[in-house]
């Protein structure tokens, strides 16, 4: 077996042992979904809607489904806009502060318990040894250089379906579904 094909195999094993070791949830059993809605609506007081639709790439039925459930459950509320009464401004609850803030420390002590067998200098370089490998799968897959935040490029846009027969090609040509 080759040096590559050992980090392939380290990085399986890795995440292998990733899914079997169980998240810190304490007695919050939300779905990943809701921790990642209470985030960004922690780190974006008074966010929009349509922004939050975009931020969590959600269409607006689901988003709206999830902030129903999380109105009623007292962890966030919507505010209309009084200038423009179409667009709802959405914040936490005091309790669903109180439950994100719980919510974190819990993934924090996990996130530490995970990694107990790593110095600080060695978590540094793991991190910078995954995005280099990152960015060049990136690279590799695309084509071309890998996006400056880190993340996947996003699927680009093609004409909506105009009666029946095959889905037009994205504007490269590439037929392919996101």
């Known amino acids: ?21 169980p998240p810190e949830h304490g007695e ?12 960004c609506v922690h780190e974006n007081r008074g966010i929009s809607g349509r922004e939050l639709c975009e931020l969590l790439d959600l269409r607006p039925s689901s988003l709206s489904e999830m902030l129903v459930r999380g ?17 709802q401004h959405i914040a936490l609850t005091e309790k669903g502060e109180n439950i994100f ?3 974190a420390r819990l993934r924090e002590e996990g996130a530490e318990k995970k990694t107990a067998c790593f110095t600080e200098e060695e978590k540094a ?10 960015s060049h799968l990136e690279e590799s897959a695309a ?18 379906r105009k009666g029946p027969g095959p889905r037009p090609p994205f504007p490269d040509g590439t037929r392919i579904r996101c």
């Open 1 to 21: 077996m080759t040096d590559s094909e050992k980090v392939i195999l380290s990085i399986l094993k890795l995440g292998r042992a990733m899914r079997r070791c």
């Open 28 to 39: 919050f059993r939300f779905p990943p979904a809701v921790g990642r809605l209470l985030a």
């Open 71 to 87: 109105e009623a459950e007292g962890l966030l509320t919507r505010t209309p806009d009084p200038e423009d009464r179409r667009v």
């Open 101 to 103: 803030d719980e919510m």
């Open 125 to 134: 370089e793991f991190c910078r040894l995954c995005d280099k490998l990152s």
């Open 143 to 160: 084509g071309r250089p890998a996006p400056e935040d880190g993340f996947p490029p996003r699927c680009p846009r093609r004409e909506p």
